[in-house]
């Protein structure tokens, strides 16, 4: 067969069955044989949706996530794509075109160097030189893409490879012998783990992404119901505890909860799990968790004490590791019990409820994310893009269940959750999808509007538009004198009739109480569309100055005074055993 | 603070084009620093081997050797302990030697540093030299009074003493 089958056979083979490109010279190969085989393709409007539909697709689902560009262009296109997913490790499969191999090197057109581009911000790369190369390559980037610590594999295949022939191996065998991820904690790190949450008073749980791609969330809650620990999240980590049960603390870090950056200084044992201890979410390290011990759970050895200095370290599956710890930690269940600090900790996280309900115009945005979080479900997946609409949301929204908050953490990619929410709907048509965006940020990748039309994708696309790089001028307010450098968006468009020209239905939201309900009948309209809310320019999310330390906040909450009860955790059908 | 020390790190990795590439590329990106780095073929078909000679404290040399590993060409990495290794460098040496006295004097020199005459020329001489790097930084102080026209260094390529194989 033609290197270009032996593609699509290969993706088929790993159980792919859509795709997110945009063709060009060099992939007329790959394209023709697309047009008659069964894989679905979702052409984009620009490659960079590509990416990030790819991810989206890959974080809403625990599958890859595939996405395709041309050579040149198209591969530099897909890059901010690349990069985005393997800052927050999401598993992707990047294949791009390439000019014919014996162009390569000439400068020939749309010739780029994509191995050479990609190689320090995709987890590996491959390059076909010959098309009986195809079957194993393709084979290999699925396999290292989701095993480990998973991320994006790029595939750079020239013209004439995907021309030439080949014979389809029967037998595909992976020989990564410099590739062999430990799955399985080591037992002696995994009982000094157990001895050290045994002897402290005051435990913290932190969870992060890897805890949702481990699939672990079970098994962090078991735990921490046993130790009567509290559990803070980063930013990735969103989700993989139920953000209403009376030990979350919600997220920690720059933007995050009064509670968690308290606690977590106040804490004699820290419990990372997944996470990689990046700068937004410690502060400042010399002054992150300073009376704790820190035991850090990463599949990937290499966060170990890459920012943070810990007493136990173990490398392996979260999911694996934590049923052994809960095996030791059941069987000394008499030993545990820290009720004073849960009492504490209860308290404490009682009497910082950020404040939701605000009845004034402009919007305030707390308001508009309680109406969001009041009209969705919990199976509903929410995307941001990146700036104060991810942090409000990270902040305000209430995520219960793992793989439905989707943001881009590390790199912080701008024009990220339009797309990334096309691709979670692709992947789990069933779930509604909500993408929260800014103004800004939208306006960076609203073509694809035509997208969601095109395939009726029915994502609804809230903008919370207060005609502000909002993020950037909140630093320059608090940290630059207010002067608000090249971040006032003074020309913008009407987005209700930018979407209306595509055929995408609109609506605009400018008082409280209209968001609730304009958005859930966007929702069971079944079709896409965009939803301009009005918000108030000026509200900012109290924060940790760069370089501070987690208890150094800037800025005052509003607080819930009214009822500082406790808040109702409603367990889901699953834990109650129900249906 | 750790001491900041150099560190021999010999590296398996596969023998294909991009292995150099993401490895030099991984320490400029990471602000690792690289005093110099050697690759050639090892004894195994398919498998080369890369000393890399590097500056920094305990934590970078862990950040390194971790780092080094995620990478998936990279088969083994060791930090060499320099008591138990083995440490050679190559080094050509072009230097102006026009009078009888200092052909005589460059090529005693050699001899002391077992080097060797590898090219004459009627206004130079090309020496060889295979030792530590320190043997061939003095003989190349030796040399100066006469006039070093070229170096050429391969920079250290290094293996474990004893039966000890990485």
Known sequence: ?579 | MDEQRSHIISALVMHRPGVLQRVSGLFTRRGFNIDSITVGPSEQDGLARMTIISRGDDKILEQIIKQLNKIIEVIKVRDLDPEGTVVRELCLIKTHATSESARSEILQYANIFRGRIVDVGPENLTLEITGTPDKIDALIDLLRAYGIKEIARTGPTAISRGSKTI
């Open chain 1, 1 to 579: 067969m033609k290197g270009s089958q032996a593609i699509i056979k290969s993706l088929t083979d790993e159980g792919v069955d859509v795709v997110f490109g945009y063709p060009g010279g060099v992939l007329l190969p790959l394209y023709d044989v697309i047009y008659d085989s069964d894989l679905k393709h979702i052409l984009v409007r620009h490659e960079q949706c590509a990416a990030h539909a790819a991810d989206g697709y890959a974080r809403a689902s625990g599958k890859v996530g595939v996405c395709i560009g041309t050579s040149g262009p198209g591969a530099t296109n897909l890059v901010t794509g690349i990069a985005t997913a393997y800052m927050d490790s999401a598993p992707v499969v990047a294949l791009a075109g390439q000019v014919g191999t014996s162009l390569i090197g000439n400068d020939a057109f749309q010739e780029v160097d994509t191995i050479g581009i990609t190689m320090p911000i995709s987890k590996h790369s491959y390059q076909a030189m010959d098309p009986s190369e195809i079957p194993q390559m393709i084979r290999s980037s699925f396999y290292i893409a989701r095993t480990g610590r998973p991320g994006p594999v790029v595939v750079d295949l020239p013209k004439d490879v995907q021309e030439g022939e080949l014979d389809y191996p029967e037998n595909i065998t992976i020989d990564l012998p410099g590739y062999k991820p430990t799955k399985k904690g080591h037992p002696l790190q995994v009982k000094k783990a157990a001895e050290l949450i045994l002897k402290s008073k005051k435990p913290v749980i932190l969870a992060g992404g890897g805890v949702i791609h481990s699939e672990s969330s079970e098994e962090l809650q078991h735990i921490s119901e046993l130790i009567g620990a509290p559990v803070t999240t980063s930013l990735m980590g969103k989700g993989c505890f139920p953000e209403d049960h009376p030990l979350s603390l919600g997220m920690l870090g720059m933007h995050g909860r009064v509670a968690s950056n308290m606690l977590v200084d106040e804490c004699d044992c820290l419990i990372a799990v997944g996470c990689r201890f990046s700068d937004r979410t410690t502060g400042d390290v010399n002054k992150f968790a300073p009376n704790a011990e820190i035991i850090h759970i990463d599949v990937d050895p290499a966060e170990i004490g890459k920012n943070v200095d810990v007493t136990v370290p173990i490398v392996g599956d979260a999911k694996i590791i934590l049923s052994h710890l809960l095996r030791i930690l059941s069987q000394a269940k008499g030993r545990v019990s820290n009720a004073n600090w849960t009492k504490h900790v209860k308290t404490f996280r009682a009497s910082c409820i950020p404040r939701l309900s605000f009845d004034e115009t402009p919007l305030k945005p707390q308001q508009v994310i309680k109406e969001i979080s009041e009209a969705v479900t919990d199976d509903t997946i929410v995307t941001t893009d990146v700036g104060q609409n991810q942090m409000w949301m990270a902040h305000y929204f209430t995520s219960r269940n793992p793989r439905k908050f989707i943001s881009s953490g590390g790199l912080g990619t701008m024009g990220f959750g339009f797309p990334a929410a096309m691709g979670a709907k692709v992947a789990m048509p069933d779930d509604d999808v909500v993408a929260v965006c800014g103004d800004g940020g939208f306006l960076m990748v609203c073509q694809d509007l035509a997208t969601v039309k095109e395939y009726d994708i029915p994502v609804v696309v809230c903008v919370l538009d207060n005609r502000y790089l909002g993020m950037v001028a909140q630093w320059q307010k608090l940290f630059y004198d207010e002067r608000i450098s090249q971040t006032k968006l003074k020309a913008m468009p009407d987005f209700v009739k930018l979407a209306e020209s595509f055929g995408v239905n609109a609506h605009r939201v400018e008082r409280p109480g209209e968001m609730k309900e304009t958005l859930r009948e966007a929702l069971d309209s079944g079709e896409p569309a965009l939803i301009d809310v009005m918000i108030d320019p000026n509200e900012i999310l109290p924060m940790v100055p760069p370089g501070c330390g987690l208890t150094e906040i800037v800025g005052e909450y509003q607080v819930e005074r009214e009822n500082p009860g406790e808040i109702t955790y409603r367990p889901s059908a699953k834990e109650t055993g129900g249906d």
